[in-house]
Structure formats: structure tokens, C-alpha cells
């Protein structure tokens, strides 16, 4: 059974960077042809795609977040990190971090790949 976690600090102050890992047990994140997400929602909004990175190291970004956003990896942890720069209060908001069997933005619906969830963690920009 597969299990992703997540794991960082809950409250980052505005300006600074950040940083969520995701610890995968139960299935290798280099696995042909999953990709492997982060995901938020912010208070009374829906859920938002951030970026993603693929079996092969290929990464992908929200066009709204890329001039802040980075994901990477570490394959001899199994885990892939989200580093997120400048944050302000608008960042805000439960993060998960997902697996989907084919790269995709479609983060929930009948048609969505994603298949594992971490439990998804909160992390706070105060004002």
C-alpha cells in the first residue's frame, strides 16, 4: 500500500521560502509513469495544482506560481520537496502532496489520475 506524508513547517513568515517534504513509502517515486504533485487548498477556495515532478526528474509548474516555485528530489529518500519563495498571507492553506498515474493537472473529478493523497498539512503566513 502506498503512503505519502508530508512534513515542514506549519507557519512561515511573509518573504520567506516554504518548504514541504514528501516522504513516499510503499512505492518508488521513479517508477514509469507517475508523477508526483503538490497540491493546496486555501481556506474557502478549491483545490489548486502547484507543479509536479515526473518518474524521469521532468518538472512541471503552474504558470501562476513558477517565478516562486520548485520541486525536486531526493531518490535514495524516496522523497521530493516543495520550496515555494516570497510567500505572502495569499499562500495560506492546506498543502498535500499527491501521486497521479500520468503527469496531469486534473487534481479530482472522474477523469483525474490521482490516486494517493498524503494527509495533507497546514501551513500559515500570517499578516
Known amino acids: 500500500q502506498l503512503h505519502l506524508q508530508e512534513s515542514g513547517s506549519g507557519l512561515v513568515k511573509p518573504s520567506q521560502t516554504l518548504s514541504l517534504t514528501c516522504t513516499v513509502s510503499?512505492?518508488?517515486?521513479?517508477?514509469?509513469?507517475?508523477?508526483w504533485s503538490w497540491i493546496r487548498e486555501p481556506p474557502g477556495k478549491g483545490l489548486e495544482w502547484m507543479g509536479a515532478?515526473?518518474?524521469?526528474?521532468?518538472?512541471y509548474y503552474s504558470p501562476s506560481l513558477k517565478s516562486r516555485i520548485s520541486i525536486s528530489r531526493d531518490t535514495s529518500k524516496n522523497q521530493f520537496t516543495l520550496q515555494l519563495s516570497s510567500v505572502t498571507p495569499e499562500d495560506t492553506a492546506v498543502y498535500y502532496c499527491?501521486?497521479?498515474?500520468?503527469?496531469?493537472?486534473?487534481?479530482?473529478?472522474?477523469?483525474?489520475?490521482?490516486?494517493?493523497w498524503g494527509q495533507g498539512t497546514q501551513v500559515t503566513v500570517p499578516s
Open positions: 515532478i515526473a518518474y524521469s526528474g521532468s518538472t
Open positions: 499527491a501521486r497521479a498515474q500520468y503527469f496531469s493537472t486534473v487534481v479530482t473529478g472522474s477523469i483525474s489520475p490521482y490516486d494517493y
Open positions: 510503499g512505492g518508488s517515486i521513479t517508477t514509469c509513469t507517475y508523477s
